[in-house]
């Protein structure tokens, strides 16, 4: 499976960003998916995964209630609506695939996009 993120960008803060990711392939809807998000100087970090229906969503307390993780299996794309962005929200952003049930942990993913960047200004 190949991911391609994308949707990135500089918003003011309180704005909002879509990101998406497209899946190569025909298996799409085999794979969990999970957004993640790397700082500079951070360890990557759990954001967002859903589940291969997507009827199981599961957030990082710092984005629950803000972000939002939807699929389309038709399409072969996930997505992560942010909302109200706070410059802490500043990062890389990486969607990731993996055989099986959603994952907070990456070492459990098998595949990764390229990452999109995304800079909220104060």
């Known amino acids: 499976v190949q991911l391609q993120a994308c949707g990135g960008g500089l918003v003011q803060a309180g704005g909002f960003l879509r990101l998406s990711c497209a899946a190569s392939?025909?298996?799409?809807?085999?794979?969990?998916m999970g957004w993640f998000r790397q700082a500079p100087g951070k360890e990557r970090e759990f954001v967002a995964a859903?589940?291969?229906?997507?009827?199981?969503?599961v957030y990082a307390d710092s984005v629950k209630g803000r972000f939002t993780i939807t699929r389309d299996n038709t399409k072969s794309t996930v997505y992560l609506q942010m909302n109200s962005l706070k410059p802490e929200d500043t990062a890389v952003y990486y969607c990731?695939?993996?055989?099986?049930?959603?994952?907070?942990?990456?070492?459990?993913?098998?595949?990764w996009g390229q990452g999109t960047l995304v800079t909220v200004s104060s």
């Open positions: 990731a695939a993996r055989s099986g049930a959603a994952s907070y942990t990456p070492s459990q993913y098998d595949y």
């Open positions: 392939g025909r298996t799409f809807s085999t794979y969990a």
């Open positions: 859903i589940s291969r229906s997507g009827g199981i969503t």
